[in-house]
């Protein structure tokens, strides 16, 4: 028995190897870069991969898996895309009661206010703060 399979394993290899030399690039895994950074990219990959299909050979070693899609990295032209300006550092108050002077008194890009743990904001305090449009956020320490 053992002498069987070892017969059948030689077959194999020399028939492997026969393979091989007919057709070395069918059998070399290869992987394809591929850029996508858009549907339209995307759609183009997959019309391109569809007519490529129509290759018996090539649909038959895509899913064999001898050819593997990897996404190119994408690199943005330029610096990076800011849809928003930068946030800025909220004003702080820790200071037991917080007034409408106190809001009066924040600058004009005054956008967020943070209070301490334990300070308190006055009902006109709170008024001001929101015809200005200001954001009150507790501090948690």
Do not use: H, W
């Not at 549907?39 to 050979?57: E, Y």
């Not at 849809?83 to 702080?92: F, G, K, L, S």
């Amino acid at each position: 028995m053992s002498g069987l399979r070892d017969e059948i394993r030689a077959i194999l290899r020399e028939e492997i190897a026969a393979l091989s030399r007919e057709n070395p690039a069918a059998n070399v895994p290869s992987c394809e870069r591929v850029r996508i950074t858009s549907g339209a990219d995307l759609t183009r990959f997959a019309q391109d991969l569809v007519a490529r299909a129509s290759d018996p050979g090539f649909a038959a070693r895509v899913a064999r898996g001898e050819i593997s899609f990897e996404l190119e990295a994408y690199r943005p032209v330029g610096g990076p895309i800011v849809t928003a300006p930068a946030r800025q550092a909220p004003d702080v108050l820790d200071k037991p009661l917080v007034t409408e002077r106190d809001i009066a008194a924040l600058t004009g890009g005054t956008r967020t206010l943070r209070l301490g743990k334990t300070s308190r904001l006055t009902p006109l305090a709170r008024d001001e703060a929101r015809r200005r449009g200001i954001r009150i956020e507790r501090s948690e320490t």
